[in-house]
């Protein structure tokens, strides 16, 4: 079972993917789904913050939050190992409640730090889901984000055993008619799910609770093993003063309920118990004691986890969590309360019939489809009853939903509407409709017991996290880390609308993972970060950079853009790649070297002047010159950037004037361009006109890619005699769209396992990109294949590849020709994008 698990992971380059809703088939959809009708949603959001949930993937995505440090019972392995159990615990998820959970393993332990990382991801997800995080800082933790965020804050480790626990005590009860008021509970375990699961029976009213650790029952002044979160709970449990052991602590004692370590719990410690004696054994993967041991030493009702009798009681939370969040989500609650975890408790005990109800069936199975529905409806009910609701939805409804997503695999999607749009109006529809334009999807679903058990629960997952304990690069080969970048922002430079903010750039965000998706097989997950402190943005990165295979930096103003990228770069061992610089120079130069071609002039003798000094600008100056350009000016709004100038100067630009401009021109624009034999235009509309065009030396190329309206329109400067012209919209030709760099650079930069993406990788990608146009179609309107072209990413891919074996920055031999092939033949037929 352990091999096939582990062939599963590596085939499938981990559990789960990105999912596409609207898939890109064509230039409409693309300018619906990206630009320019992408900027219609951000304009709404920037105006109603509250419109993130209408708008994007927000309403239904949960931050699925670890630190590592309590996998299993394997203690504090770090977040790489758990990350075969967040794509897990993601897919179950998705498969009981279509909610689309996203792991993030985080690289810190510090509490402060965690809180800061979570917080500043915040405007991405819909709520906070926290596992494997050790106890007391788990508290901690949960207790300052429930403060700071405005959406629900959940340990999964605290309450959903707690929730469970709960659901068994309701249906054993029925069956022992014992009354709870006098029920005598042991808990043996004072972590998280201990210490959760007394505070929610002391609400419930259990009143005679004892709560044990390794050291026996906690007890007020207990001078050793004691921490502030055991102080708390040991002043409201143990109202007899019980001292000694665990055994002693049973005595006499009706309930059980572990949350420990496997085979704590003895025989004869079951047998001094009282009659009709309950164990609820929640430790895995192994429990407190067997099923049959506990039935033998007396115990009347016994649930474990890890049950192998698969119609007997099977303690697993993922009865819990998916419907828990579904219910939560569709109402848009702010919080996860007491009523809300209670009303789940009670519903997963109701859903065992009454004349089904027995000793052997107090809790309902993991694959009874239904359970998650029901839970999620009357938690749905419970928030907007308490006031945690930010909307009115009717319970029933949140259960028709849920079946129809876990029956037919999708939710409803409300029709299109019927009155001519344009891009805009389509896209505000489009993505209203849609709830965003990605999800998460499960690889593997889960379609039966068996599937369940060999890759969703402890037993199948122990052995990923293990082997990548032992050796972290297998992570690369039994995760989606392999395959997956973060694409982050902060929201300060948004395609032309600038500084809108981390919220209300999501869903540009989103149409970016669909292109990666599209043209290059790359899973991509959108991270927006709500801090433009250069500090604190590149803490956040380090942190969550464990996640994923590299980093795509995205939509940052300049000059804060460079120094994140360089610091980013030096700390971690992926590509970061800030696309807004790199993609678009890859893309220009390819477009530059055409176009010279046309004309017959060549790099090194021809005059270029760049409009625009932000970080395309300055970016594809230094790509140029690495390609051989020997005679660049770059201009701002002041003109030109020389040495000696200082109006308008930052450390950038210092840098600029010392390795550009050389023969040391001064002036505007205008003038700069007089006998110039390129114009690259990175700036904003209107920069240039046509009579500065025909001041140009003869057949000028004149590229305008300022969007949406270019700095001069293609039409005028073809009028004044332009031989060339490129622009950045995709209704004239020759668009220099970056969808034709960074899909196929992360597709080659990934599959070599690429450390980072060097200059030379940067410069292969042009070229191979520039032969693309095949030399027979080469012309004035043909200079750059169009952004449709499904064989240009396996192209680009193969080259970054080559370049990256070349230069020594790849960890994996790949021959770069498989890659091309295999990248070609995703992109045509889908399938598996795997070795």
Not at 59 to 73: M, Q
Not at 310 to 322: C, K, R, T, W
Not at 571 to 580: A, G
Not at 668 to 697: C, H, R, T, W, Y
């Amino acid at each position: 079972m352990e091999d096939k698990s582990i062939s599963y992971r590596q085939k499938h380059r981990g559990l789960i993917g990105v999912e596409v809703k609207v898939p890109v088939k064509d230039r409409h959809v693309l300018s619906v789904v990206y630009t320019p009708g992408v900027a219609a949603p951000c304009i709404e959001i920037a105006r109603d913050p509250g419109a993130s949930f209408d708008y994007t993937c927000r309403a239904n995505t949960v931050a699925l939050v670890t630190d590592g440090s309590r996998v299993l019972g394997r203690g504090d392995l770090g977040p790489l190992p758990a990350l075969p159990l967040m794509e897990g615990r993601s897919v179950l998820f998705k498969s009981f409640a279509g909610v689309d959970a996203f792991p993030i393993c985080l690289d810190t332990q510090d509490p402060e730090e965690i809180v800061q990382v979570v917080s500043m991801m915040a405007p991405t997800f819909g709520a906070v889901c926290l596992e494997d995080i050790t106890s007391p800082r788990c508290f901690t933790i949960e207790g300052q984000l429930r403060r700071a965020l405005n959406v629900p804050v959940f340990h999964n480790d605290q309450h959903a055993g707690a929730i469970l626990a709960v659901a068994c005590l309701i249906n054993s009860l029925r069956i022992t008619d014992k009354p709870k008021e006098s029920l005598k509970v042991v808990i043996n375990g004072a972590g998280a799910a201990g210490i959760a699961t007394a505070r929610f029976l002391l609400e419930w009213g259990i009143q005679d609770l004892v709560v044990c650790d390794s050291h026996g029952p906690l007890y007020t002044f207990r001078p050793y093993g004691m921490n502030w979160a055991k102080s708390a709970v040991a002043w409201r449990t143990n109202p007899r003063g019980v001292r000694g052991d665990l055994g002693a602590a049973l005595e006499g004692a009706d309930v059980f309920i572990g949350f420990s370590t496997g085979g704590v719990l003895k025989p004869e410690m079951v047998s001094r118990m009282a009659s009709d004696a309950v164990v609820l054994a929640f430790a895995n993967p192994v429990p407190e004691i067997g099923l049959k041991e506990a039935l033998n030493a007396g115990a009347r009702i016994v649930a474990v986890s890890n049950s192998q009798a698969m119609d007997f009681n099977e303690l697993n939370i993922a009865l819990v969590f998916p419907g828990l969040f579904r219910g939560a989500l569709d109402v848009g609650a702010k919080e996860i309360n007491y009523t809300m975890r209670l009303a789940a408790a009670q519903t997963l005990a109701g859903l065992i019939p009454e004349e089904e109800l027995c000793e052997g069936y107090i809790v309902p199975r993991l694959t009874d489809f239904r359970t998650a529905a029901a839970v999620a409806a009357s938690v749905a009910k419970a928030a907007m009853e308490t006031g945690a609701a930010r909307k009115e939805v009717d319970p029933r409804k949140v259960a028709e939903e849920t079946e129809r997503f876990i029956y037919e695999g999708k939710f409803t999607v409300p029709p299109r509407a019927q009155e001519p749009m344009d891009f805009q109006q389509e896209s505000l529809d489009l993505h209203r409709r849609y709830k965003g334009v990605i999800g998460v999807r499960p690889k593997i679903p889960v379609k039966d017991h068996h599937i369940l058990r060999l890759l969703y629960l402890p037993s199948g997952e122990a052995t990923a996290s293990r082997l990548i304990a032992q050796e972290p690069a297998q992570a690369y080969e039994l995760t989606s880390k392999s395959n997956l970048v973060a694409v982050i922002t902060d929201g300060s430079a948004v395609l032309g609308l600038g500084d809108i903010g981390a919220r209300a750039a999501l869903p540009v965000m989103e149409g970016k993972c669909v292109l990666f998706q599209t043209f290059g097989g790359v899973e991509a997950y959108p991270i927006c970060v709500a801090t433009q402190d250069v500090d604190e943005f590149v803490s956040v990165v380090e942190a969550l950079a464990p996640s994923f295979g590299g980093i795509n930096l995205e939509d940052i103003s300049a000059p804060r853009c460079f120094e994140i990228e360089k610091r980013l770069s030096e700390i971690l061992d992926i590509p970061v790649f800030h696309d807004d610089q790199h993609g678009t120079a890859v893309v220009v130069l390819a477009a530059l070297i055409n176009a010279l071609k046309v004309v017959g002039k060549s790099m090194e003798d021809s005059k270029v002047v760049v409009s625009g000094a932000g970080a395309a600008a300055i970016a594809t100056t230094r790509i140029l010159l690495a390609a051989g350009a020997k005679d660049v000016i770059l201009c701002d709004r002041l003109g030109a950037i020389h040495k000696g100038r200082k109006k308008g100067m930052n450390p950038i630009k210092e840098e600029m004037a010392r390795i550009t401009n050389p023969r040391e021109i001064k002036g505007e624009v205008g003038k700069v361009l007089e006998n110039a034999d390129v114009f690259l235009g990175l700036s904003a509309p209107g920069v240039i006109n046509q009579d500065m065009i025909s001041s140009m030396a003869p057949d000028p190329i004149v590229f305008a890619m300022a969007n949406p309206i270019p700095e001069i329109m293609p039409q005028e400067a073809k009028a004044a005699g332009a031989r060339v012209v490129a622009t950045g919209r995709s209704d004239f030709p020759n668009q220099v769209n970056n969808c034709l760099g960074f899909p196929g650079i992360f597709r080659g930069a990934l599959d070599v396992m690429a450390t980072t993406i060097n200059d030379a990788m940067k410069l292969a990608a042009a070229h191979a990109l520039a032969r693309a146009v095949p030399e027979a179609a080469l012309g004035p309107e043909f200079i750059i294949p169009e952004a449709m072209n499904l064989h240009v990413p396996p192209l680009v891919a193969e080259a970054v590849a080559r370049a990256a074996l070349q230069t020594g920055v790849a960890r994996k031999e790949v021959d770069p020709e498989l890659i091309r092939r295999r990248t070609h033949q995703y992109l045509l037929e889908g399938g598996v994008l795997s070795e």
